[in-house]
């Protein structure tokens, strides 16, 4: 498999060859929606919570007699049948939204979401990026000149000048292999990886 091989103007100088193994797997649409899915589910929180009828404030008052009204008879105002009442089956706060997704189907998933994105053009390799200094401006000139507006860089290593001059842009995401996840990979439209961080991800996902 051979993926093009970006200059400083983002222009294709050559093609170089990537490994077969994470580049070239076919496309599986079931995983990498399970993928995908996981990972978002293993990011939330579960800090929303409802009450119940037991928790809600209200009276334990009849609200009216039982008969004669031609209403359904009704014993306390937090009926969950009731504006204002308690939820049958409330939101917890200890409730568990993670998904457990095996290592091998994980490094599957990751593979042949980077195969799909190298089918597509989407996906290109660069010598190195780096800046001078931890100023905003001159990656996003870089960028610019790149034509480049929505990037999902992984670089072998992230040092303190890229991290801080990257933070700030807003369609930019600069990370090291590891923390590569599947819902950038789908979410920016071009994808650049460095050469030294081409060699890790083969360790990864190969």
Do not use: C
Request: zero cysteines; charged letters at 25%.
């Amino acid at each position: 498999m051979q993926v093009e091989l970006l200059n400083d103007q983002g222009l294709a100088s050559s093609k170089v060859d990537v490994p077969d193994t994470v580049f070239g797997r076919e496309y599986n649409e079931s995983l990498i929606h399970q993928v995908v899915v996981a990972f978002q589910a293993n990011a939330r929180q579960g800090t929303r919570a409802q009450k119940d009828r037991e928790q809600v404030r209200h009276s334990t008052k009849k609200p009216f007699k039982q008969k004669g009204t031609g209403r359904a008879r009704a014993g306390m105002t937090s009926s969950p049948l009731w504006r204002g009442g308690g939820r049958i089956f409330p939101n917890m706060p200890d409730e568990n939204f993670t998904q457990k997704i095996n290592k091998k189907m994980y490094r599957a998933g990751m593979a042949s979401i980077f195969s799909q994105l190298a089918r597509e053009g989407r996906l290109a390799v660069v010598d190195s990026l780096a800046v001078d200094s931890p100023k905003t401006k001159v990656l996003a000139d870089k960028f610019k000149a790149m034509n480049l507006n929505s990037v999902l860089v992984i670089a072998d290593v992230v040092d303190e000048n890229l991290y801080l001059a990257s933070r700030n842009l807003v369609n930019i995401l600069v990370v090291e292999p590891r923390y590569a996840d599947p819902v950038s990979l789908v979410h920016y439209k071009k994808v650049l990886v460095t050469k030294a961080a081409m060699d890790q991800l083969k360790e990864m996902f190969a």
